[in-house]
C-alpha cells in the first residue's frame, strides 16, 4: 500500500505539536512547482538539498582539521550528518516536524569555503568592501541562486521555512540584506530551525573535543579541571588515567546523550510554560524555546572556552589556518589581476555578478584538495597546468 502526500500530512497533523510547521500549511516556493504526489514538501527540499553538487562536497571540506590530515577526522559531511540525526533526535521527542529539521541541518553548511572557519574568515576579509562573506548567507545564495538544475528558474525552489531556516540562523544575519528580504525581522527561528541551530552547537562542541584527543592536540590531564569532564568520568565509571579509544568513544557518547536530554527535558518545560498555540506564536516569543538548561549551559560555556584556548589556538591548528590564508589569498588576486585564468563558466558570471563576487563564488565551492591543486596550478612552474 503506497501512502500518498495527503496522507503524510494529514499523519502531521496527528502526530505534531501545534507549534510545529506542518508542511500542508506552508507558504509555498519561489516559482510555481507541482507538488509530488508521495513526498511532502518538506521531504523534497531535504532530497533536493542531499542531490546538490555543493553538499557532496562537504566531504572534501575542513571541519578543524585540513583533509589531509587524516581520514578519521570530521569533514563538513560527516558533522553535517551527525547535526542532521541530533536534530532528527530532538524533533521527534519534541514534536517538531522532522523532515524540515533534517533539511535545514543538511543545509546548514553548504555555504563554508575550503578550510573551514579560516577559509570563511579570509574571504570575508578580502570582500569587505564588496559585502563581505558569511557562510550562512553564502549557502542562501547557494540555494537561491548559484545550483542551476532546472530549466525554469535558478537555485533549488526550495519553501520559504526551509529558506527562513538559513535566514535566521542563530548567528547574526542582517535582515535588511537584499537576500534576505521577505522575512519578517519581528518574527524569531521557527522551533524546527532552532533546534538546528542547537544540534549543531552540541555536535561540534562534542566532536571538537573528540578529535583533539584523537589527534594530541589535548590530552586528558588538560581536561581535570572541567566540570563536564568530571560529569563524564564519573557517569561512565571511568578513573583510570589511560585514556583509550574505547573510553573515548564512551564519553562522547555520554557526552551527547547527556546534552540531548537536557536540552529536551528545558525545552519542553519552556514550551509548556509558554504554551504557543501556533507555529507564528512560536516565533514571536520574546525568547527562544530550545536550548539547555542554565546549568549545563555553564558546562558548555566552560567546555567552549577551553576548547578556545587549547585547541583552535594550538600550534599546529594555527599553521594550518595560516597556510589556509596564504592559498586562499593568493589564489584569490591571482585570479582578480587576471580573470582569463578562471574558467569560462566563472568569467561568464562575473559579467553578472562582478569579478570579485564570480571570484569569491568559485572560491568558496572548492574543496579543500582543490584549492590546494589550484594553488599548484598557478604558482609552482613543475605542475602541469
Known sequence: ???????????????????????????????PDEEDPFRTAFQRDRDRILH?????????????????????????????????????????????NEDLVEAICLVHDIGHPPFGHSGEQVLDALMADEGGFDHNKQALRIVTKLESRYPNWRGLNLTYELR????????????????AAGFDPKLRASLEAQIANVADELAYNAHDLDDGLRAGLLVPDQLEKLRIWQMLRESIGWHDRHLTEQIRHRLIRRMIGIEIDDVITH????????????????????HNVVGHSEETEALNRELKDFLFEAMYKHFRIVRMAEKAERVITQIFESYVAEPAQLPPSVQLAAEERGLRRAVTDYIAGMTDRYALNEWQRLFDPFTRT
Open 1 to 31: 500500500m503506497a501512502i500518498t502526500r495527503e496522507q503524510r500530512e494529514q499523519i502531521e497533523y496527528q502526530i505534531l505539536a501545534p507549534y510545529a510547521l506542518k508542511s500542508a500549511e506552508s507558504k509555498g516556493r519561489a516559482y
Open 52 to 96: 546538490t553538487t555543493a553538499f557532496r562536497r562537504l566531504e572534501y571540506k575542513t571541519q578543524v582539521f585540513v583533509n589531509y590530515e587524516g581520514d578519521y577526522y570530521r569533514t563538513r559531511l560527516t558533522h553535517t550528518l551527525e547535526v542532521a540525526q541530533i536534530g532528527r533526535s530532538l524533533a521527534r521527542a519534541l514534536g517538531a
Open 164 to 179: 527562513e531556516g538559513i535566514v535566521k540562523h542563530e548567528s547574526e544575519y542582517d535582515l535588511s540584506d537584499s537576500q
Open 267 to 286: 525545552t519542553s518545560a519552556t514550551l509548556e510554560h509558554d504554551a504557543p498555540l501556533t507555529p507564528e506564536a512560536l516565533q514571536r516569543l520574546p
